[in-house]
């Protein structure tokens, strides 16, 4: 079986956001980029199911600008075969993304495609439902477990108040949550060893893709700041700040 896994290059979880001064997106020059921590997730997935001799090749898929490059090696380093990029200079659409890797999916044959739940920097959780839509596909979204048994995947999806077991036949889309498992660190040797792996190049014109999409973001606006909190030293302090201060009580 072949593995398709999503990896969307974002600015890293530990970098403060700050928000373009128009307000038309996030100010992303000189900013530390990394792989989206969920797609982290997806390609240890696929890498321990190809350890478990569940799959024969991992291939990694990344849809944005040339830099992109830099993620898909890090896939690569953690064990993915290898990598395909699909070049656009635009932020492309949630829509246009799953439509890409629908065509990609049938192109290679893959039996099973891993994506994140969701990109921390444009929060959608679409993608993984969207592919899955459209090529007639299963879904295990919020993956907490993930087991393949014969022709059929079961997923343990994360659920309010509790988990939910679903058997998908394949192929079938998992979009992964964090208790899925914690992704492993790339050894020096393997990242030596990525940078001999192949990456191909597309356009979205390869894959029969228009990026113009019908989403436009219109503004984005920082959270409104707050005042530092304090510590009280005790209940009789908490209550009377509550009563004097804040009047709530
Ligand atoms: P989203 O629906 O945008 O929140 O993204 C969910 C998941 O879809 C991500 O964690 C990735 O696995 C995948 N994905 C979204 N955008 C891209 C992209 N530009 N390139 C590769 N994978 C993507």
Request: aromatic share 2%; charged share 25%.
């Amino acid at each position: 079986m072949k593995i398709l896994v999503a990896v969307k290059r974002v600015l890293d979880a530990n970098v403060k956001v700050r928000v373009k001064a128009d307000g038309s997106g996030m100010e992303l020059a000189n900013a530390k980029m990394a792989m989206n921590p969920f797609c982290e997730i997806a390609v240890e997935q696929a890498v321990r199911m190809k350890e478990a001799g569940q799959a024969e090749e991992i291939i990694a898929v990344s849809i944005g600008p040339q830099a992109c490059q830099e993620q898909l090696r890090t896939a690569l380093a953690l064990g993915c075969d290898r990598g395909i990029l699909v070049t656009a200079d635009d932020e492309v659409a949630p829509l246009q993304v799953a439509k890409m890797l629908r065509e990609l999916v049938e192109r290679e044959g893959a039996g099973l495609v891993i994506l994140g739940k969701q990109s921390i920097d444009s929060d959608n959780n679409q993608v993984g439902q969207m592919l899955a839509a459209l090529g007639g596909m299963g879904q295990g979204t919020f993956a907490c477990r993930a087991e393949l048994a014969d022709d059929r995947i079961l997923v343990t999806r994360e659920i309010d108040g509790g988990e939910q077991t679903v058997s998908l036949e394949l192929p079938a889309v998992i979009t992964t949550d964090l208790r899925l498992n914690e992704p492993r660190y790339a050894s020096l040797p393997n990242i030596m060893k990525a940078k001999r792996k192949p990456i191909e190049q597309l356009t979205p014109a390869d894959l029969n893709v228009d990026t113009d999409s019908n989403l436009k973001t219109l503004r984005i606006l920082p959270p409104a700041e707050r005042a530092a909190g304090i510590l009280v030293e005790s209940v009789e302090d908490l209550v009377g700040k509550l009563r004097n201060e804040a009047r709530v009580i």
